[in-house]
T-cell receptor, first 116, second 114 residues
Framework: DTGVSQDPRHKITKRGQNVTFRCDPISEHNRLYWYRQTLGQGPEFLTYFQNEAQLEKSRLLSDRFSAERPKGSFSTLEIQRTEQGDSAMYLC??????????????FGPGTRLTVL | AQTVTQSQPEMSVQEAETVTLSCTYD???????LFWYKQPPSRQMILVIRQEAYKQQNATENRFSVNFQKAAKSFSLKISDSQLGDAAMYFC???????????FGTGTRLQVFP
């Protein structure tokens, strides 16, 4: 078990370009979360999946953002027409919905996006 | 809606001493959890300790313990016998029972001096 992995770790792009990030959760984890963390702030919830179904999206997730989790395994987060305000660390986390009351989230190292 | 407030942007402590980080929260959920996460510089977030809101007993994990005051919506973290490796950003978070979605505070940067 190698933990949650994210790729790339760093991305620099020009305003207006599209970018895509990938998250590989811990094997067998059926829930996957995306958070955004700007400098000096705590992570903010963006969206989460249970298997391949996207169950909730934050109002922070504008129309330029789209997330997918095909086949309930890895997930991608795409940002279209990037803006400087999109510069942030994008964190992925996964958990196993086991029927218990609590399901710990394990975080990946994040993808740091810089929009020039 | 849930909000989490950490009013201490930075704290410092001497090695081997005790430090307490503060957190207050607000939630409309009847079933929820509270967490403290540690984020070392350039490293990923790890869970330090969690507290189920329905439990009155305060959670303890080795040198880490919490003071959970449900009526006051307060959830502080006490680190005893501080070590240099404890230096990190600490985030307080509240999680809803059904979704596990986490709402984080703005964090407290802890410095540990030898």
């Amino acid at each position: 078990d190698t933990g949650v992995s994210q790729d790339p770790r760093h991305k620099i792009t020009k305003r207006g370009q599209n970018v895509t990030f990938r998250c590989d959760p811990i094997s067998e984890h059926n829930r996957l979360y995306w958070y955004r963390q700007t400098l000096g702030q705590g992570p903010e919830f963006l969206t989460y999946f249970q298997n391949e179904a996207q169950l909730e999206k934050s109002r922070l997730l504008s129309d330029r953002f789209s997330a997918e989790r095909p086949k309930g395994s890895f997930s991608t987060l795409e940002i279209q027409r990037t803006e400087q305000g999109d510069s942030a660390m994008y964190l992925c986390a996964s958990s196993l919905l086991s029927g218990g009351a609590y399901n710990e989230q394990f975080f990946g190292p994040g993808t740091r996006l810089t929009v020039l | 809606a849930q909000t989490v407030t950490q009013s201490q942007p930075e704290m410092s402590v001497q090695e081997a001493e005790t430090v307490t980080l503060s957190c207050t929260y607000d939630t409309s959920e009847s079933d929820y959890y509270l967490f403290w996460y540690k984020q070392p510089p350039s490293r990923q977030m790890i869970l330090v300790i969690r507290q189920e809101a329905y439990k009155q007993q305060n959670a303890t994990e080795n040198r880490f313990s919490v003071n959970f005051q449900k009526a006051a919506k307060s959830f502080s973290l006490k680190i005893s016998d501080s070590q240099l490796g404890d230096a990190a950003m600490y985030f307080c978070a509240c999680g809803a029972y059904n979704t596990d979605k986490l709402i984080f505070g703005t964090g407290t940067r802890l410095q540990v001096f030898p």
